[in-house]
């Protein structure tokens, strides 16, 4: 079956500008998470959704960046006035409810000049 | 969160088994855990995970210490494509997010 999809693969931007990452996690799973990896480094934890509602946005770095998932399955990622520092792959997972397995898709590769 | 400890790096020959160590000296009673891998420009891969018995599934198998403060990861037969960065992550039973460190880049030699 299909695994989980991230669009676009690769988004260069520049300083300043608004930019969003979908993420079409697997059919019926209901949690969804959002990480961030950069060069070098393991990926970090941003956001967890358990349907439709964010039941964990610790990991958010700061306002500039908010998700969604409206009918909780596809999920958006936004970054508001994009720094050079957010430059990262931003990978997406998901898992059943009993949520032993994260399924992560390939990420998108963020690029800000 | 409790942390684990791997080593930076090691290499195989391919056919031959890998045995990659994670030290958690802090785990707690209610700590899975899990090991997860990340093939070059790809997103991690779950693995293995336990919690007090050795583990065995089609990827490889996990043996954790008796008193739970360290674990191995084998790969009994490497091949080329195991070559990844290799995750160990402690993971609180009632938690859902994971937290990578640095991790273990395995190299296979053909």
């Known amino acids: 079956g299909a695994g989980v999809s991230q669009t676009p693969s690769n988004k260069v931007t520049e300083k300043g500008k608004y930019v969003e990452l979908r993420c079409d996690p697997i059919?019926?799973?209901?949690?969804l998470y959002w990480y961030r990896q950069s060069l070098g480094q393991g990926p970090e934890f941003l956001i967890y959704?358990?349907?439709?509602?964010?039941?964990?946005d610790s990991g958010l770095p700061n306002d500039r960046f908010f998700a969604v998932r409206p009918e909780g399955s596809v999920s958006t990622l936004k970054i508001q006035r994009t720094e050079r520092g957010d430059s990262a792959v931003y990978l997406c997972?998901?898992?059943?409810?009993?949520?032993?397995?994260?399924?992560f898709g390939p990420g998108t590769r963020l690029t800000v000049l | 969160d409790a942390k684990t400890t791997q080593p930076n790096s090691m290499e195989s020959n391919e056919e031959e088994p890998v045995h990659l160590p994670c030290n958690h000296s802090?785990?707690?009673?209610?700590?899975?855990i899990h090991w997860y891998r990340q093939l070059p420009s790809q997103g991690p891969e779950y693995v293995i995970h336990?919690?007090?018995s050795n583990v065995n599934n089609r990827m490889a198998s996990l043996a954790i210490a008796e008193d739970r403060k360290s674990s191995t990861l084998i790969l009994h037969r490497a091949t080329l494509r195991d070559a990844a960065v290799y995750y160990c992550?402690?993971?609180?039973?009632?938690?859902?997010?994971?937290?990578f460190g640095a991790g273990t880049t395995v190299t296979v030699r053909a």
């Open positions: 997972a998901s898992s059943s409810i009993s949520g032993n397995e994260q399924f």
């Open positions: 059919s019926g799973h209901t949690a």
């Open positions: 959704f358990q349907g439709t509602g964010a039941a964990d």
């Open positions: 802090t785990i707690s009673g209610t700590d899975y």
């Open positions: 336990g919690l007090t």
């Open positions: 992550i402690l993971r609180d039973r009632n938690d859902y997010k994971l937290s």
